[in-house]
């Protein structure tokens, strides 16, 4: 594996601060060196800047929409050279309105995207059905085709080109979904395996029929948008809108290996991460390890163990 890691240090999606803190810390915990370590080729193109944009006043009810959309041109720019590099795109959060850019970005190099996005939540409020006005409750909205006609123009949107069909999404472990937003998700027929079809289904046959579902006609790159909120609180509590009730590191880990072997990852989104919503070392610690483990298991990492193919006996 050839990864091209990309830090975002971004948390204007939303309101609380420490979610930019969310990139440095995952590399203090090692990622790079553990990837190296399983045998993958790591490119780390640093941390983003994003500019300061003044007097940042809400749209309708839509919160901080120029330093959004602003951020996130930039970060589809970066996440588009990375993948003409020819690495597997690994882009570290900041909050989940990052997916705009990066899936926008990764669809600029690979047209035909499916994307499984790991959350709690659905993030597929528009910017009409809102509730909060937080745009990390949102991402996906501006990037559907079928939702097009319900976006409004907004500051600093206007180069975003929706680029994911509603019938190359899947959802897991939702459990946290707006009225609205479930509607939306019902009228597009999305296909999701909230918390409930994890229990009923068991996570082994949730990733068969994901896989099933997506490479059903044309076998499309993945794009994995892994929201570290999915998993339940007691693994991941340093996080901006945790949720109880959600997947076990298990569940959590199997998603990324299963994934890992279909050999279609092209791009993987790791946001929310905040330290400051831990209220010890062990919560951040737990969850930014959590973050690490997961992505290792994107690139190989087993749980039955690894070894190099030169390997030799002594
Ligand atoms: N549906 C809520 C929650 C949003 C959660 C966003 B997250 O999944 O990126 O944490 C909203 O629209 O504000
Ligand atoms: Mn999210
Ligand atoms: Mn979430
Ligand atoms: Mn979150």
Request: hydrophobic share 35%; aromatic share 6%.
């Amino acid at each position: 594996h050839s990864v091209g890691l990309i830090g975002a240090p971004f948390s204007k999606g939303q309101r609380r601060d420490g979610v930019e803190k969310g990139p440095d810390l995952i590399r203090s915990a090692g990622l790079v060196e553990k990837l190296r370590a399983q045998g993958c080729a790591v490119k780390d193109y640093g941390n983003m800047t994003f500019e300061e944009v003044a007097n940042d006043e809400p749209v309708g009810n839509v919160k901080r929409p120029r330093a959004v959309g602003s951020a996130n041109q930039r970060l589809s720019a970066a996440v588009h050279a990375v993948k003409n590099d020819g690495h597997t795109c690994v882009m570290l959060g900041g909050d989940h309105s990052l997916a705009i850019g990066s899936i926008q970005g990764h669809a600029a190099a690979k047209k035909d995207l499916s994307v499984v996005w790991v959350d709690a939540h659905a993030d597929i409020n528009t910017p009409l059905t809102s509730l909060t006005g937080n745009i990390h409750g949102q991402p996906m909205s501006y990037l559907i085709h079928e939702l097009h006609s319900k976006i409004p123009v907004l500051p600093n949107f206007s180069w975003i080109k929706p680029c994911v069909s509603a019938k190359d999404i899947v959802y897991i472990g939702l459990r946290d979904v707006d009225p609205e937003e479930h509607h939306i998700l019902t009228l597009l027929g999305i296909k999701g395996y909230s918390m409930t079809e994890v229990d009923r289904l068991g996570i082994a046959k949730v990733m068969e029929e994901t896989c099933d579902y997506i490479f059903s006609k044309v076998k499309k790159p993945i794009h994995l948008s892994y929201d570290i909120d999915a998993l339940d609180p007691s693994i991941s509590p340093a996080t901006g809108t945790p949720v109880v009730g959600g997947l076990t590191y298990r569940e959590g880990v199997y998603i990324t290996e299963h994934i890992c072997q279909t050999g279609m990852l092209s791009a993987v989104d790791m946001v929310e991460v905040n330290p400051k919503r831990g209220r010890t070392e062990d919560e951040i610690s737990s969850t930014v390890n959590a973050a690490v483990d997961l992505i290792c298991g994107c690139f190989g990492k087993r749980r039955e163990g690894n070894h190099s193919a030169d390997y030799k006996m002594p």
